[in-house]
């Protein structure tokens, strides 16, 4: 084997670790290295604090969502945190007549993290639970959650979301979501999760630390609480309902976002791929996010080099005809032709990929997110 056949192997191979090899051999982790943690019954003074930007759409629905939660209501606290919303938003919630609910507006736009900052020192819960405007829980949601913080060991912990057809009421949760959900739960398992659902997690207050401007939070929060030594794991008892996002232009332009904020974060807390320092946990990163964010280098890589050696064995042309086939497949999906799961999963990894590389470069020129409009 030729020094560029090995190449071309290894990255090919890494193409595919972060989505396949990877949640493959974690799920073997799991078992082998199962840390369970325990639950217990407990009601701790509980704070809820829903992150809004011109949310009059959804932000009654979501207000009272909360108020039906089955939870002692001397325990209970629900901030409206709105970042500079110039609609109806204020007023609604400024109608809503319950001692339990308080609304903190700031003017202009600050950003989602900055408003958290100025927020949660004066939450009075124990136990900070983030949400968003459009973000809907069943009734049992803070019972199954407070139970895991019975657990010393357990600074934060994470639901998901079950995204379901605003017409029909049928979950359409995604592939690409369902691998994210049981890749958290292995992940917890062995040691903590690498980030949390930005629509529904939960910390011990005294945990959190105060983030940067351009801080993505469901994920910096998350490693805050790992460098301090305690764990952040997913329930799947614990869940959200949200309407899917509807669009290719918006699911990319998110994709994008959330990209180039999670490329800044790993630069940033470079510290956690320690392994000597951090564990498992330094292997669970590099794995889930570090060489999940440049998959997209890895096929560009994989395709050049394929060509230079097409005509040295019968498997690199196929090799080279899976790749052709993939993104032929993904981009008539995305001109309208074509159905079908395995079209949808080609059409979605396409765009996925096209905004991990858009948003690692801006992340590399130096491009950064503070605010952005939700599209709903």
């Not at 009059?56 to 919303?85: A, H, M, R, T």
């Not at 900052?117 to 009734?139: C, L, Q, Y």
């Not at 005809?321 to 080609?346: D, K, N, R, W, Y």
């Amino acid at each position: 084997m030729t020094a560029i056949e090995f190449i071309f192997i290894a990255v090919l191979f890494l193409s595919v670790y972060s989505y396949v090899v990877y949640p493959l051999f974690l799920g073997v982790l799991a078992k082998l290295f199962r840390r369970q943690w325990n639950k217990g019954d407990c009601s701790p003074a509980v704070t809820i604090i829903i992150s809004a930007y011109n949310e009059e759409k959804d932000i009654e629905e979501k207000v009272k969502n909360s108020f039906l939660l089955d939870y002692p209501q001397d325990k209970l606290e629900i901030i409206v945190s709105s970042d500079g919303s110039d609609d109806r938003t204020n007023e609604i919630v400024t109608r809503i007549k319950d001692q339990r609910l308080i609304l903190r507006e700031f003017t202009g736009r600050l950003g989602k993290t900055a408003c958290l900052n100025k927020v949660i020192p004066d939450a009075k819960g124990e136990i900070v639970v983030f949400t968003d405007a459009n973000s809907m829980f069943a009734p049992d949601m803070l019972t199954h959650l407070v139970r895991n913080f019975y657990d010393p060991d357990i600074g934060a912990v994470s639901g998901w979301t079950k995204y379901c057809n605003p017409d029909s009421g049928e979950e359409t949760t995604g592939l690409y979501a369902k691998l994210e959900k049981k890749t958290k739960l292995d992940e917890s398992m062995v040691s903590s999760c690498v980030g949390a659902d930005g629509a529904i997690f939960a910390i011990r207050k005294e945990l959190y630390i105060p983030l940067g401007p351009n801080d993505i939070n469901d994920f910096i929060i998350p490693l805050n609480v790992v460098k301090q030594r305690k764990r952040v794991i997913l329930d799947e008892n614990i869940f959200c309902i949200e309407e899917t996002t509807r669009g290719i232009k918006n699911i990319y332009s998110r994709q994008v976002r959330i990209t180039t904020r999670t490329a800044w974060a790993i630069r940033r807390n470079i510290d956690l791929l320690n392994v000597f320092k951090y564990g498992s946990f330094s292997f669970l990163l590099l794995s889930h996010k570090v060489l999940r964010l440049l998959t997209p280098f890895f096929l560009l890589s994989a395709f050049v080099l394929n060509m230079f050696i097409l005509l040295k064995s019968p498997f690199y042309v196929v090799t080279l005809a899976g790749q052709f086939l993939f993104g032929l497949t993904g981009l008539l999906a995305l001109l309208g032709f074509g159905s079908g799961s395995l079209v949808s999963i080609c059409k979605y990894f396409l765009v996925t990929f096209a905004a991990q590389f858009v948003g690692c470069l801006r992340m590399t020129i130096g491009l950064e997110d503070i605010v952005w409009t939700p599209k709903r």
